[in-house]
């Protein structure tokens, strides 16, 4: 799993909030966006709830890393709640309640379940205001290949591909998916083959 690239992403938000949040003038602007008028009170309330969403964020990753996704969940989901604006707090929390849930339970083959459809309701949520975001492509892929949803996953796989090439996982599902469609089409012409030699 490309875990370096999790915690790279992290540190890369944690000290983008800090300096934002550490300079008064584009603390000041920062607010302005939230459309705050708010007093110095409300101003530091803010900044707090900011930064400490960021870092309950920061703990739901490292628990998830570790596989502690009770408490993992407990941090993300007050994250998502503090800050509900960031993206990434929301496909977290998301994630982790698919990897609670479990796989889903057998299904005939064809067919799909829906074992996962209100959690890929909320990342085709996300992905329709952040179209571009890994993680919620990446994820989303997961869930939908888990349901039996192929080509639909491997549509995501592939423009995780494009953001980041170095998503091994993802780059592994874009091959392995054109390693069937060859091997099915080298299956059919044999078939028809043989038809004709007939």
């Avoid at 993992?72 to 849930?101: C, F, H, N, S």
């Amino acid at each position: 799993q490309p875990l370096k690239s999790d915690v790279s992403t992290v540190f890369a938000k944690l000290n983008e909030a800090y300096g934002v949040l550490s300079d008064a003038a584009k603390r000041t602007s920062y607010i302005a966006t939230l459309g705050s008028s708010a007093n110095a009170a409300d101003e530091a309330a803010i900044v707090n709830r900011v930064m400490d969403a960021a870092i309950e964020f920061q703990k739901a990753e490292v628990l998830v890393r570790r596989n502690n996704l009770v408490e993992a969940e407990q941090y993300a989901g007050r994250a998502a709640l503090a800050d509900p604006e960031q993206p990434d707090y929301v496909v977290l929390l998301t994630w982790i309640k698919a990897l609670r849930r479990g796989d889903p339970p057998a299904f005939p083959e064809g067919k799909s379940s829906t074992h996962y459809d209100d959690l890929l309701v909320t990342l085709d949520g996300v992905l329709q205001k952040h179209a571009r975001l890994e993680k919620a492509l990446f994820y989303r892929a997961t869930l939908l290949k888990k349901t039996g949803r192929e080509e639909r996953a491997i549509r995501d796989f592939r423009v995780v591909v494009q953001l980041n090439p170095k998503n091994i996982d993802a780059v592994r599902e874009v091959r392995l998916a054109q390693m069937r469609r060859d091997a099915k089409k080298k299956d059919e012409g044999g078939i028809l083959g043989k038809l004709f030699k007939k």
